[in-house]
């Protein structure tokens, strides 16, 4: 292949990928944290908290400066620092690529979503990784950028399943999707996910039209894929009916990850993602 026509396939693959990136990196640095920290007692150089001397600690480890100002020892504990692994399951089925009134579809808000949080945590020195990568998660920008040529092909399935190729033991995972396939899937994912000790969060991604359900009148209903088709005469009759059910199925979902110990939210596509990065954020903070 000669130089030109190789640059000429490396722009195309590429194309894509800056938008994507850039917005995701964009609303990770507008969310100030702070430090990153684990916030768990254990080997490392940041200072978490002073406690109590117990028996059993050495000398050498009571703060004398600190001591002095009371009748007890105290301790100065640091804050625990050892890189942990987060992998990402992010949903690219043909149900993602829903939109409404010019709105993002679902699958680049979870994909923004997704590449934002891991930026943040990548900044704390975390490893990360989508959960169907080859390698195990990794650390670094560069990590992020691999991950983002991933999430720009879509799959043919009308529904996304959790696929878990890598489970880190005693990680943490975060699930991006709008969860409307059959839930039976979800539920061996966190029960495969939970047997190797991970912890995590399910962050349910709907454009508000899939909330409102605001169709009358006679309407023709068709999947993203084509492959599924239904039309009514009366849309409105079947408001109460659907929403029933899609609140049924949130309940379901907080439930079963509840059941988990895992963290369970709904996003939707009309609200600005900062909100949504904060919960993913501090859903994973108090999983350390």
């Known amino acids: 292949m000669s130089p030109a026509a190789l640059r000429a396939r490396a722009e195309a693959l590429a194309q894509p990928l800056p938008p994507l990136l850039a917005e995701a990196r964009q609303l990770a640095a507008s969310i100030q944290l702070g430090e990153h920290g684990r916030r768990r007692p254990g080997m490392g150089d940041a200072f978490w908290q002073y406690r109590p001397a117990m028996q059993g600690d050495p000398a050498r480890a009571i703060d004398w400066r600190r001591s002095a100002r009371s009748d007890q020892h105290f301790v100065q504990?640091?804050?625990?620092?050892?890189?942990?692994?987060?992998?990402?399951?992010?949903?690219?089925?043909?149900?993602?690529?829903?939109?409404?009134?010019?709105?993002?579809?679902?699958?680049?808000?979870?994909?923004?979503?997704?590449?934002?949080?891991?930026?943040?945590?990548?900044?704390?020195?975390?490893?990360?990784?989508?959960?169907?990568?080859?390698?195990?998660?990794?650390?670094?920008?560069?990590?992020?950028?691999?991950?983002?040529?991933?999430?720009?092909?879509?799959?043919?399935?009308?529904?996304?399943?959790?696929?878990?190729?890598?489970?880190?033991?005693?990680?943490?995972?975060?699930?991006?999707?709008?969860?409307?396939?059959?839930?039976e899937a979800v539920e061996a994912a966190l029960a495969r996910a939970t047997d190797r000790g991970l912890s995590g969060a399910l962050l349910q991604v709907l454009d508000p039209v899939e909330e409102a359900f605001p169709f009358s009148g006679r309407t023709l209903f068709h999947s993203m894929s084509g492959g599924m088709r239904h039309e009514t005469r009366e849309a409105a009759d079947l408001r109460e009916a659907y929403q029933e059910r899609l609140a049924a199925r949130k309940a379901a979902l907080a439930a079963l990850a509840a059941s988990h110990g895992w963290r369970f939210h709904t996003h939707h596509t009309g609200d600005a993602p900062a909100a949504a990065l904060l919960w993913l954020y501090h859903a994973m903070e108090r999983q350390r």
Do not use: C
Not at 105 to 112: E, F, L, S, W
Not at 117 to 136: C, H, I, K, T, Y
């Open 77 to 183: 504990e640091k804050e625990w620092q050892a890189a942990q692994s987060v992998v990402f399951w992010v949903d690219r089925s043909a149900a993602m690529q829903f939109a409404a009134e010019d709105r993002v579809t679902k699958a680049d808000r979870a994909a923004v979503l997704g590449l934002a949080l891991a930026s943040l945590l990548v900044r704390g020195g975390e490893r990360v990784g989508l959960s169907d990568m080859p390698n195990p998660p990794q650390a670094g920008d560069l990590q992020v950028e691999r991950m983002a040529r991933l999430l720009m092909a879509e799959e043919e399935a009308e529904y996304g399943e959790p696929r878990l190729t890598q489970l880190p033991r005693h990680g943490r995972a975060v699930f991006l999707s709008d969860f409307l396939g059959p839930i």
